[in-house]
């Protein structure tokens, strides 16, 4: 069974402090574990520290302290195994749909016919085999995020790292692309770490919610979302999704 | 493409100076003087504003001499292999200095000092050093060139967004292929900018660096005579040459970069 496989992300008693005249303390003895096939989402208030949690497991910043495994092997720097799709619009603008798709396979050095047979793939698989040899000007913001979750995907990832993906976009394109992103997990099941301030996002695609306190960041409570998938615009308000959001939201506006 | 109406506008605005200069030109014939005192004497039969025939008359007798073909032929040359040389030594050095973060320290006191040193002040010094001919002339534009798209270039790598970067880095992809898929596409922009301001600069510097060791054929030595004599319509005959070669690099530099940068268009 999957809870006697290591889990695929560990981090232990992780702190960190922007170094400055006053160092400020983003994250404080923070632990916890990524589990295989899991979709996990960190909520916390805005500050707490969610994206320097991101950008340690992604390897672009180090620990002030403690430390953080992937798949066994401590964190050494940026890479592939472990797919970051950054907060901000990150998709190469100058590439069309299909070459961004690529570019990491590439990276990889896949041979030019198989990267193009895993591209297809997942371009199908985000519903945009009509837009492959578009630019992304001709995107709207929400499917240029979903070309980046595929882009990443493509690479076969052992985590895939999300921050705040659907956080610049409006209401509805928001709940449209979690819609999609759900429904793409549930076809490729794959270990994802979600970072967002948003405990409705959190519930409707994680398996569990870790919630953040405010700064310096540490993990304040877990819940598992016990809420069966797949999950469709119905389970937004079914009476067991509105109960565990009202108990989260709770947690994260102390009255 | 927009085109056709800018293009309409900018004939009927052409079009409209050149009647008001006509006009101009017919009202001051034998009216303005055309005695003029050139230290140290007069020069008679001087047409301070030489009428549309006049200058037609002249046109044609700098065509068929063949003077205005060749000095366009010799003087573009020169402009083309300067910018050339330039673009292609300013380019790479400024990628080089903008990527390997290391170096920028040896390189910018350098680009500070030449970036506010006209390099026409080069002159003098690249004759001592190359002799007359052809190098001190065609250095002199590289020179101008590569300090211009040395700073483009850098400018460009350094402003590319972190989160492109990030991103690549996180996907796997290596210095080379960020370099090559990354950096040079986000930083084209900027460093095409710095040709295209680096063309039109490369022809003053030209018409000036002709003046040394000035000979015929060349537009910048056609300037000179014109303007020894004075000759007004062939003075204004080599400044048009010189003003529609600078509008044609740019021209075509302008259609090079809307192809390579299409997908900065807005799209609808």
Known sequence: MASSRPPVLEALDVSFAYSGKTPTHALKDLSLEVKDNEFLAVLGPVGCGKTTLLRIFAGFLRP???????????????????????????????????????????????????????ADE????????????????????????????????????????????????????????????????????????????DAEEALFLADRIVVLSPRPGRVHTQWAVDIPRPRSFETRFSARFLALKRQICEELIPS | MRPPVRV???????????????????????????????????????????????LAEEGEFLLKSKILPESLAVSTRRVAVGLLLGSVAGILL????????????????WVTFF??????????????????????????????VAVITLLGAHQGVRSVPRVYLDAAASLGAGG??????????????????????????AWVTIVVAELIDAKMPSLGYL???????????????????????????DLAALLCHARATRWMERAG
């Open chain 2, 8 to 54: 309409r506008r900018a004939v009927v605005s052409l079009l409209a100076l050149a009647v008001l200069y006509g006009i101009a030109a017919e009202i001051g014939r034998g009216r303005l003087p055309d005695r003029v005192w050139i230290s140290p004497h007069y020069v008679e039969g001087v047409q301070l504003l030489p009428t549309w025939r006049s």
């Open chain 2, 223 to 249: 300037l000179a005579l014109a303007g020894a004599y004075p000759r007004v319509p062939q003075m204004l005959l080599a400044l048009a040459a010189v003003g529609i070669m600078v509008f044609l690099f």
């Open chain 1, 122 to 197: 997942w371009i199908g698989l985000i519903g945009l085999s009509a837009f492959e040899a578009a630019h992304p000007r001709e995107l709207s913001s929400g499917m240029s995020k979903m070309v980046e979750v595929a882009r990443v995907l493509a690479t076969d990832p052992s985590l895939l790292l999300l921050d705040e993906p659907f956080g610049a976009l409006d209401a509805q394109t928001r709940t449209r692309m979690q819609d999609a992103l759900a429904r793409l997990w549930e076809q490729r099941r794959k270990t994802v770490l979600l970072v967002t301030h």
């Open chain 1, 64 to 118: 002030t302290t403690g430390s953080v495994r992937c798949g066994g092997e401590a964190v050494d720097g940026p890479g592939w195994q472990r797919g970051y799709v950054l907060q901000e619009a990150a998709i190469f603008p100058w590439m069309t749909v299909r070459e961004n798709v690529e570019f990491g396979l590439q990276a990889k050095g896949i041979e030019p016919s198989a990267r193009k047979a895993i």
């Open chain 2, 176 to 201: 080379w292929l960020r370099f090559r898929k990354v950096v040079l596409p986000a930083a084209f922009p900027s460093i095409f900018a710095s040709v295209r301001i680096a063309a039109g600069l």
């Open chain 2, 115 to 144: 970036r506010f040193t006209p390099a026409l002040a080069l002159l003098p010094l690249y004759v001592v050093w190359f002799g007359y001919g052809e190098t001190p002339k065609v250095l002199l534009i590289a020179t101008t």
């Open chain 2, 94 to 109: 400024g990628l080089l200095t903008g990527w390997a973060a290391r170096l920028e320290f040896l390189v910018d006191p």
